[in-house]
């Protein structure tokens, strides 16, 4: 009986250590160290249930296959505990690799959260571009066209400016032509003086001869007057003389002739000089007045110089004020659910198929525009109806102001539409909306009938 109550417990002592080394395996040094005392408590009792086994053997007899079995299950015990120890060293490293990985992912969810933040901020950066690349866009196409407008100015004073370059080409050519004419009679002129500088050397030449001849008669003469006595003698020689005389005289005649061809020469060459004189009298007016024609060329493009430079200057702060100039514009259809009204009361219509709303100033959710500057705005619009036998019309509001009402009547099947414009001063912030009377009905779809449009003429 006591054998079996020491087999009891000792049964008992291996169960309790075996629960207390299962419940200790998540535990740290404080752990191990309570291990520890507790393997020595289970050795002591294992030492004391053999102590008692030894007290209780000397005083009943047990048997010796008992005291084996309990030597074994001790072994076992033993065995067991430091497969348990292995146990937890081999958990503790498993809980550190846990650890680790958690401490890795928790870092990977770290840096996902900072790529999705940079993702988004990526995201929103690239909404912002478009819409800036919009605005530039449209910006771009304002400029092009201001472009486009300066370069037909251009087009315009090149045209006047190559006008201007060909008449004084056509000028530099005639008065090309009247230098190569002055140069001509020039040339003539210098060959008439030669000319008339030989006739003057002849008529020099027949004068003193003719002199040569005055001074023979006289000495003749002086001969035949102290000669009278001598006729008879000279009579042989009146012959020879008159024959002489005669050759003289026709010499003279000659000479006369001579000097009258040279004098119709002259008069010709006279006549030649005066025709000249007043060629060149003409060209030196011709020069003249080509001269004041290059003058008021020249005075001309300078003018149109300094209009370049103004226009250019124009341009500029053309340029600059647009630049700084609020750009404002909007045009929206209204639906494409088709029939609109006819209602009990009057609405505010919402054009909400937007197909330019630059400057932001329309909101299609409420159908209203809202002047951001104020200035001189163009609005325009057009509503349709095809209901037979029903009203078509549509308000424009200037904040609670009607401004306008377009109605009309369709008394037949088919299409009526009205429209208007109106050019409005409104101040920043005033509002424009265009609004449905009660008892009228509309109609739009895919086609776009019902147009409501604006922009800014100028800032005020």
């Given at each position: 009986?006591?054998?079996?109550?020491?087999?009891?417990?000792?049964?008992?002592?291996?169960?309790?250590?075996?629960?207390?080394?299962?419940?200790?395996?998540?535990?740290?040094?404080?752990?191990?160290?309570?291990?520890?005392?507790?393997?020595?408590?289970?050795?002591?009792?294992?030492?004391?249930?053999?102590?008692?086994?030894?007290?209780?053997?000397?005083?009943?007899?047990?048997?010796?296959?008992?005291?084996?079995?309990?030597?074994?299950?001790?072994?076992?015990?033993?065995?067991?505990?430091?497969?348990?120890?292995?146990?937890?060293?081999?958990?503790?490293?498993?809980?550190?690799?846990?650890?680790?990985?958690?401490?890795?992912?928790?870092?990977?969810?770290?840096?996902?959260?900072?790529?999705?933040?940079?993702?988004?901020?990526?995201?929103?950066?690239?909404?912002?571009?478009?819409?800036?690349?919009?605005?530039?866009?449209?910006?771009m196409s304002s400029s092009e066209n201001e472009v486009?407008?300066?370069?037909?100015?251009?087009?315009?004073?090149?045209?006047?400016?190559?006008?201007?370059?060909?008449?004084?080409?056509?000028?530099?050519?005639?008065?090309?032509?009247?230098?190569?004419?002055?140069?001509?009679?020039?040339?003539?002129?210098?060959?008439?003086?030669?000319?008339?500088?030989?006739?003057?050397?002849?008529?020099?030449?027949?004068?003193?001869?003719?002199?040569?001849?005055?001074?023979?008669?006289?000495?003749?003469?002086?001969?035949?007057?102290?000669?009278?006595?001598?006729?008879?003698?000279?009579?042989?020689?009146?012959?020879?003389?008159?024959?002489?005389?005669?050759?003289?005289?026709?010499?003279?005649?000659?000479?006369?002739?001579?000097?009258?061809?040279?004098?119709?020469?002259?008069?010709?060459?006279?006549?030649?000089?005066?025709?000249?004189?007043?060629?060149?009298?003409?060209?030196?007016?011709?020069?003249?007045?080509?001269?004041?024609?290059?003058?008021?060329?020249?005075?001309?493009?300078?003018?149109?110089?300094?209009?370049?430079?103004?226009?250019?200057?124009?341009?500029?702060?053309?340029?600059?004020?647009?630049?700084?100039?609020?750009?404002?514009?909007?045009?929206?259809?209204?639906?494409?659910?088709?029939?609109?009204?006819?209602?009990?009361?009057?609405?505010?219509?919402?054009?909400?198929?937007?197909?330019?709303?630059?400057?932001?100033?329309?909101?299609?959710?409420?159908?209203?525009?809202?002047?951001?500057?104020?200035?001189?705005?163009?609005?325009?619009?057009?509503?349709?109806?095809?209901?037979?036998?029903?009203?078509?019309?549509?308000?424009?509001?200037?904040?609670?102001?009607k401004m306008t009402r377009n109605y009309d009547y369709?008394?037949?099947?088919?299409?009526?539409?009205?429209?208007?414009?109106?050019?409005?001063?409104?101040?920043?912030?005033?509002?424009?909306?265009?609004?449905?009377?009660?008892?009228?009905?509309?109609?739009?779809?895919?086609?776009?009938?019902?147009?409501?449009?604006?922009?800014?003429?100028?800032?005020?």
């Amino acid at each position: 009986m006591r054998s079996a109550a020491v087999f009891l417990a000792l049964l008992l002592c291996l169960q309790w250590t075996w629960a207390q080394g299962e419940s200790g395996e998540g535990t740290g040094t404080d752990a191990e160290t309570e291990g520890g005392n507790r393997q020595e408590e289970v050795h002591f009792e294992i030492q004391g249930v053999g102590a008692a086994h030894d007290q209780s053997s000397s005083q009943t007899n047990i048997s010796p296959d008992i005291w084996a079995e309990l030597k074994e299950l001790r072994d076992m015990a033993i065995e067991q505990k430091v497969e348990l120890r292995n146990s937890k060293s081999k958990i503790e490293k498993l809980e550190q690799e846990n650890a680790a990985t958690q401490a890795r992912l928790t870092a990977s969810e770290s840096k996902n959260a900072v790529l999705e933040s940079r993702v988004n901020t990526s995201e929103n950066l690239v909404a912002q571009l478009r819409r800036e690349n919009m605005v530039l866009e449209t910006r771009m196409s304002s400029s092009e066209n201001e472009v486009a407008e300066l370069k037909r100015e251009n087009a315009d004073l090149l045209a006047r400016v190559t006008a201007s370059e060909n008449k004084i080409t056509d000028l530099l050519a005639r008065v090309t032509t009247c230098e190569n004419k002055i140069t001509v009679l020039e040339t003539r002129m210098s060959s008439s003086e030669n000319e008339v500088a030989e006739l003057k050397r002849q008529n020099a030449d027949l004068l003193a001869r003719v002199t040569a001849s005055e001074n023979k008669i006289t000495v003749l003469e002086t001969r035949m007057s102290s000669s009278e006595n001598e006729v008879a003698e000279l009579k042989r020689e009146n012959a020879d003389l008159l024959a002489r005389v005669t050759a003289s005289e026709n010499k003279i005649t000659d000479l006369l002739a001579r000097v009258t061809t040279c004098e119709n020469k002259i008069t010709v060459l006279e006549t030649r000089m005066s025709s000249s004189e007043n060629e060149v009298a003409e060209l030196k007016r011709e020069n003249a007045d080509l001269l004041a024609r290059v003058t008021a060329s020249e005075n001309k493009i300078t003018v149109l110089e300094t209009r370049m430079s103004s226009s250019e200057n124009e341009v500029a702060e053309l340029k600059r004020e647009n630049a700084d100039r609020p750009k404002v514009a909007f045009s929206a259809g209204l639906t494409n659910a088709g029939p609109v009204g006819p209602f009990d009361t009057e609405i505010t219509l919402k054009f909400s198929k937007v197909f330019t709303n630059i400057g932001q100033a329309y909101s299609p959710t409420t159908g209203i525009f809202t002047a951001p500057v104020r200035g001189v705005y163009y609005f325009r619009f057009t509503v349709l109806g095809i209901c037979p036998s029903a009203w078509i019309g549509a308000y424009l509001y200037h904040n609670e102001k009607k401004m306008t009402r377009n109605y009309d009547y369709n008394d037949e099947h088919g299409h009526v539409s009205v429209s208007n414009a109106l050019i409005l001063q409104l101040e920043k912030g005033d509002v424009v909306y265009m609004a449905l009377p009660s008892g009228h009905g509309i109609f739009d779809d895919s086609n776009n009938y019902n147009i409501f449009s604006g922009f800014l003429l100028f800032a005020l």
